[in-house]
């Protein structure tokens, strides 16, 4: 069923009460047949996609994407597509071309149909995706790619309903971001927002934030103390780094999430639960739970509806859109370009750090620049990675050695090959400087290249 832009057009005749009810809605609306034509538009479509154009008889595919052949020829999902395969309605998240620049779009296909059950019309519905609340600008996640755009979909079917959420993804995705963005299109969007890192999180720090305790529960309690659970009471909690919870706590989290009910400590009335959660990590969980070390049904419990976030090297179309997003918040008023050849070593670049390691390098060039230009001198990008893959590779293992012996001969060639200073070093390994130096007065002289 493939279109072509030759195809003889021959207009086909809508009831007038059809294109009433059309017209009504405030989202825009087509119909369409089955060759991807737009036979009728209502006055938000010719709003959004110029009303100067005689719409009818256009492809709907060169108004929304300005492509020349149908969607789902050119790598998307077609709702239209799977619409008339299925018979039944579908919908997808698309990026539009619209009256105010490319937009995320939720594109709902619904087939219209006879009393004999026979399908007369497609009708097409567009929703504009606002996945941030209005003056929360620092929170409007940036990008068109198809992973990303796969990640944002996902997230906004799950916004509606009430299930739990388990982010997945590498350290500096945005997985915050995208819970606030659950958090901003759910129905809770107008209730509290509270998050809670669970790293190192002691079990008596643990019951204390997340319920509370009453005034003389224990030493040093001098008035009661209101927990997380109850502070997001109709809202939604993110757990953040959830795989780094103790086991001893894993339990009581479950115990929250099965019971909808706590107490906080010193309290003997039990309170109702009303939160819906997020959760995040960095770790694979299944794993986890298959070596001991994180409860299979609090698991289960948490992982209802997975999203993997996309890390920055596979989403590089997204570069340049969140290099100019984040040099906007970083230097708000002040007109910053990056040179072609700053650009080119960004898109080189495997970012480790993903979109926390490039705002860290944009702004450490907006300290050096002294013009409005960010030249490739100014970027400092972060090698530790290479490097390491290149000891490993030019210095295959030849013996078995202590791992004392390892890390002094590591750290001599690290500080040879290094382009900064030991305070510089000594942050992209991890360590105090002090520890550094300690340890560099301990290393071998001789290097792993030597």
């Known amino acids: 069923m493939t279109a072509t832009r030759n195809a003889k057009h021959i207009p086909v005749k809508v009831p007038a009460d059809l294109l009433n009810l059309l017209d009504s809605f405030p989202d825009p609306k087509i119909l369409l047949d089955g060759k991807y034509r737009i036979i009728a538009a209502n006055t938000a479509y010719r709003r959004e996609f110029g009303s100067a154009r005689n719409i009818e008889g256009q492809f709907c595919y060169a108004l929304s994407h300005h492509y020349d052949k149908p969607c789902d020829q050119a790598g998307e999902n077609c709702p239209l597509r799977d619409s008339m395969e299925s018979g039944e309605p579908n919908r997808v998240l698309h990026v539009h071309h619209t009256s105010a620049g490319r937009e995320h779009v939720e594109v709902e296909v619904v087939p219209v149909k006879n009393e004999a059950g026979n399908t007369l019309y497609y009708m097409e519905t567009m929703h504009s995706l606002r996945h941030a609340r209005e003056g929360v600008q620092d929170r409007q996640m940036v990008g068109y790619s198809r992973p990303f755009n796969r990640m944002l979909e996902l997230a906004k079917r799950v916004a509606a309903k009430e299930s739990s959420v388990l982010l997945l993804g590498e350290s500096g995705t945005g997985k915050e971001l995208v819970a606030h963005a659950i958090h901003d299109m759910s129905p809770r969007a107008s209730a509290p927002f509270v998050a809670l890192e669970c790293s190192g ?23 009661r103390k209101t927990g997380l659970v109850e502070a997001v009471r109709g809202g939604t909690l993110f757990l953040d780094e959830v795989g780094d919870i103790p086991l001893t706590l894993q339990v009581k989290l479950l115990r929250l999430m099965e019971a909808g009910t706590y107490r906080r400590i010193g309290g003997l009335e039990p309170l109702c639960a009303d939160f819906r959660l997020v959760a995040a990590t960095h770790r694979d969980l299944a794993e986890m739970v298959r070596n001991g070390t994180f409860r299979q049904d609090l698991y289960f419990r948490i992982n209802v509806f997975p999203i993997q976030l996309p890390p920055l090297r596979e989403r590089t179309e997204d ?99 290094f382009q900064g200073d030991r305070k510089a070093l000594a942050e992209h390994l991890g360590i105090s400087e002090r520890t550094l130096y300690r340890k560099l007065r301990n290393a071998e002289p001789a290097s792993p290249d030597n």
């Open 319 to 417: 570069l340049p859109m969140l290099v100019k997003t984040l040099l906007t918040r970083l230097e708000p008023g002040r007109r910053i370009t990056l040179s072609e050849e700053s650009m080119a070593a960004l898109m080189r670049h495997d970012f480790p750090g993903n979109v926390r390691e490039l705002r860290n390098v944009l702004e450490r060039a907006l300290i050096m620049i002294d013009g409005n230009t960010i030249q490739p001198h100014h970027l400092y990008l972060d090698t530790m990675r290479s490097v390491k893959k290149e000891v490993a590779e030019s210095r295959p293992f030849e013996e078995i050695a202590p791992l004392e012996n390892l890390e002094q001969r590591y750290l001599a060639w690290a500080a040879k090959k």
């Open 201 to 223: 999180l002691t079990e008596t720090l643990f019951e204390s934030e997340m319920f509370g305790y009453e005034k003389g529960a224990f030493t040093g309690a001098v008035g």
